[in-house]
């Protein structure tokens, strides 16, 4: 029997972990319309999407590293960009997004990963957090009796400039009124 090889879907030797800035896209199973439908260039949030609404916009209550600056619910997807930021003491570094932050643009300067052995998540790290964001959806769908499921991994993209940023920010804010069902 051939072992498949599967895709490395994240950049290898970094730590996601890391303070800067994430784009992040994690898709509905088969593509199903389970957040709701657009009209009018508007998404119409069903009762799945109003959950997968109020756990992205938890995301900071649970994770103390985390701010949520813009994101949006599709019918089959959402799209998110999640600022991981550090901590002095008890105190979180209050900063608007890229105003203080060294986003560490240059891959070749970044850290190197801390070592994240299979099946051994990094507290914190963006994996972490979008693993608990889907987890808590699902469970949330699953008691109130509605029929959902997630693809079972979710795309990440690390924001290296503040261009990047700009244009990200824009594609999350037109995917409404850009939708094609």
Known sequence: MMKRERKHIRLRNFDYSSEGA???????????HFFGEIENEKLILS?????????????????SNAYLDEYQVMPDHIHCIIF???ETGHELMI????KGIDLKFNLETEQKATVNQFAKPVKGSISVIIQQFKASVTKRCNRS??????????????????????????YIQDNP?????
């Not at 994430?22 to 199903?32: P, Q």
């Not at 900063?95 to 890229?98: D, K, W």
Request: no cysteine; net charge positive.
């Open 95 to 98: 900063v608007p997004p890229l």
């Open 47 to 63: 009762e799945t999407g109003k959950i997968a609404d109020e756990y992205l916009l938890a995301i900071p209550e649970h994770f």
């Open 84 to 86: 991981l930021i550090s």
């Open 177 to 181: 009124k850009n939708w094609k069902s």
């Open 22 to 32: 994430y784009f992040i896209t994690a898709n509905t199973a088969n593509k199903a």
């Open 145 to 170: 009796g509605l029929r959902f499921a997630w693809q079972e991994r979710f795309h990440d993209h690390v924001i290296r400039s503040e261009a990047e940023y700009q244009r990200i920010k824009q």
